[in-house]
């Protein structure tokens, strides 16, 4: 046997093994978002970031159906949310709307092609990109991807009431999220019905969940796609 064929085996055995590690529906829909990633946010300095994001979103397991579905739903009595980025619509706010607004490519996007997943990948990068520059004050960029995060989960209104209360208790800087903002908030504290726990400990989860246990398997696939990776 060749030296090429050993090394041809070798990258066909490695990447299936990495594949494994990864929703099957991720290496799917790989190619097209990182293409949507480097014309909507090329500089991102934790690419990663996005598929961990999507994988929250959608995954009660890796090898669920609505792992990394297009066709992902969550209806309850209080909300819809649909897709990659789980889009929400309440009595009160319609995500789906406001990222419209925030991309002359989904300008057009009609309620009816709600489950397009090439749209529904810019929303989720243009929604963090938006979120994540709107909390440029972070003292540390860690902290702001965990602001930027936090805030797509639970609103930018409701993290910014969340800064006011820690700048208003002793000890705590509002500029940083981890050991800080993430204890302060007037979020709901009682487990809600439906959802198994509170919009505290969901909100507070969201980011710890992301940042620091599921974006790390998609790195192999994403990172070097990205210049500014640090």
Known sequence: M???????IGFVMSTNVLAKEVPRNFIYHKDTLVKVMQTTWNDISIPSVIPGLIEQETCISLTHSKCWSRFAKL???REYGF???????TR???????VRALDSRLRDWKWDDRFNAKNQMIAVVVMLRRNFRIFRSAEKEFDQYA????SYNGGIGGIKSDQRI?????GCNPNLWFGHVEHTSLKRRTVVAGYGQSFFV???????????VRRF??????DHHFKAVR
């Open 75 to 77: 209806e309850t009595s």
């Open 202 to 212: 969901i909100n507070r989860k969201y980011p710890v969940n992301v940042l620091n």
């Open 2 to 8: 060749t030296k090429l064929s050993l090394f041809l």
């Open 217 to 222: 398997k998609y790195k192999p696939y994403i």
């Open 83 to 89: 897709g990659l980025g789980q889009l929400t619509v």
């Open 147 to 150: 602001f930027a995060l936090a």
């Open 92 to 98: 009160r706010f319609n995500a789906f709307e406001e």
């Open 166 to 170: 820690c700048r208003n208790t002793r």
